[in-house]
């Protein structure tokens, strides 16, 4: 069974940090591009990252560039999302996603991503 599996979420206050992790099981990512996104309540999906399986090219929009970093470890055929500096409009569950697209400076679109893991939830509040 092809599966993402989510993880790294939590309660973290203002200006704090966390690092989620996509693995993969049933399949290997090094031929994926991977996505993270997130959706809180009341609120469409958002794309947040991306990273091609080809090269590491990365894509982000501007509501986190600077902030969050996606990365990839093909041997423990996982990704990760390293967020900092976070803020409470960070509030959301997310979600990773395997897609063949990733183009720096165009927006993430869930739509062309398919194996969606569960999510996790990230909380930002004091």
């Known amino acids: 069974q092809l599966q993402l599996v989510e993880s790294g979420g939590g309660l973290v206050q203002p200006g704090g940090s966390l690092r989620l992790s996509c693995t993969a099981s049933g399949f290997t990512l090094d031929y994926y591009t991977i996505g993270w996104f997130r959706q809180a309540p009341g609120k469409e999906r958002e794309g947040v990252s991306c990273?091609?399986?080809?090269?590491?090219?990365?894509n982000y929009p501007d509501s986190v560039k600077g902030r969050f970093t996606i990365s990839r470890d093909n041997a423990k055929n996982t990704v990760y999302l390293q967020m900092n500096s976070l803020k409470p409009e960070d509030t959301a569950v997310y979600y990773c996603?395997?897609?063949?697209?990733?183009?720096?400076?165009?927006?993430?679109?869930?739509?062309?991503?398919?194996?969606w893991g569960q999510g996790t939830q990230v909380t930002v509040s004091s």
């Open positions: 990273i091609r399986s080809s090269d590491g090219t990365t």
């Open positions: 996603a395997a897609s063949h697209s990733c183009v720096p400076g165009t927006t993430i679109d869930g739509n062309r991503f398919g194996y």
